[in-house]
């Protein structure tokens, strides 16, 4: 009998990730955030795939990790050299972080070993630099530029992400790291804010890293309206959310989908998203309002109609669950 197998390719990072130090699998799916480690897991208790494996990069061996799901092994996997991976049986299908050398590599000494090749396309890398993919994953409609390419939907952790009725304090939360202030539009909504004095009296939360860089910024412009707290572990994120009216995404073109957009409606708050960022239209529909380079109206009236936005939000959270989510990419894939 045939094995169906499911390798993932996460990226060519070597460092290790916080959801390593779990070897228990309650507490992986408990804390892990990360939607590309938790998606295989729905191909396993839904018998779509026998075995998935995750494969890292490292420099020194490593153990690896595996949890059974459905009597399945699902296993996160260190390789050290390109070749290594050869050892293991052939693929049915996989998913690649694309516009990685180190894949391509792999790839151009043995197409077929992969099986049906999926390519997750990302801010600069939205071409692969090979026609060997089967599919192009895309993560917003406007990055359709392949006859292949198929919408890629993602979702949150719901035991991370999720409504908790808390009273509002805060008019948006505003979560992005200012070590990448070329992608999230960090001076570009600190200049229009600076502008109208509307938005100078909205009560306004930032969370990520670098947050002197945006006090001097704020400082720059002569504005005070905005709280910079640092960078915060992901629950603690989702209290910040619960306790905001919306919580705002200012990205541009640059960045690729920043999975701030979905961690905000999987909490249960309301979206203010910019028309630049790239989000699927399949997002923006309940409790989510899209805003333009002239953000002040669109933003203060959404404000002001929270109530009706979080209901129209809170009303439709089956269509953002995890079942719901994987379903539409499976349906798509297979």
């Known amino acids: 009998m045939s094995i169906n197998r499911f390798y993932l390719f996460r990226s060519n990072i070597k460092e290790l990730e916080y ?4 070897k228990d699998l309650y507490e992986f799916e408990r804390y892990c955030h990360d939607f ?46 390109l070749d290594d991976i050869f050892k293991d ?9 694309g516009g990685f050398t180190e894949y391509d590599n792999m790839i151009n000494k043995n197409p077929k070993f992969f099986g049906r090749m999926l390519y997750l396309a990302a801010s600069k890398r939205i071409v692969p630099t090979n026609n060997k993919y089967d599919n ?3 993560e917003s409609d406007n990055d359709s530029s392949t006859s292949n390419s198929k919408p890629f939907y993602k979702t949150v952790n719901p035991n991370i992400f999720k409504p908790l009725n808390l009273k509002p304090e805060y008019d948006l939360c505003w979560i992005c790291n200012f070590s990448q202030i070329s992608q999230k539009g960090q001076e570009w909504f ?32 002569g504005i005070n309206n905005i709280t910079f707290a640092d960078w915060k572990p992901r629950e603690e994120i989702n209290e910040y959310l619960n306790k905001s009216r919306f919580g ?4 541009n073109m640059n ?11 999987g909490s249960g708050t309301p979206l203010l998203v910019r028309d630049q960022t790239r989000l699927l239209s399949y997002y923006k529909t309940h409790g989510v309002v899209v805003f333009s380079e002239n953000p002040e109206e669109t933003i203060i009236n959404s404000v002001t109609n929270y109530d009706y936005y979080k209901q ?10 995890m079942k719901t989510i994987c379903m539409k990419n499976f349906d798509l894939w297979f």
């Not at 960045?255 to 409606?265: A, N, V, W």
């Not at 129209?312 to 669950?321: E, Q």
């Open 248 to 251: 705002i995404v200012t990205s």
């Open 255 to 265: 960045d690729g989908c920043p999975r701030t957009s979905t961690e905000i409606l």
């Open 190 to 221: 600190i200049k229009k804010i600076s502008e109208s004095k509307r938005l100078r009296k909205l009560k306004i939360l930032h969370l990520g890293n670098n947050p002197s860089i945006g006090a001097k910024l704020s400082t720059s412009y």
């Open 312 to 321: 129209d939000l809170l009303d439709t959270m089956d269509t953002l669950s």
């Open 19 to 22: 959801y390593h130090k779990y």
């Open 136 to 138: 192009v994953l895309i």
């Open 89 to 97: 049986p052939s693929a049915t299908m996989t998913f690649w972080r």
């Open 36 to 81: 590309y480690m938790l998606f295989p897991m729905e191909l396993l208790r839904n018998d779509i795939m026998d075995e998935v494996v995750i494969y890292r990069f490292s420099d020194i061996e490593r153990q690896p990790i595996q949890f059974e799901i459905n009597s399945k092994p699902y296993t996160q996997k260190w390789i050290r050299h």
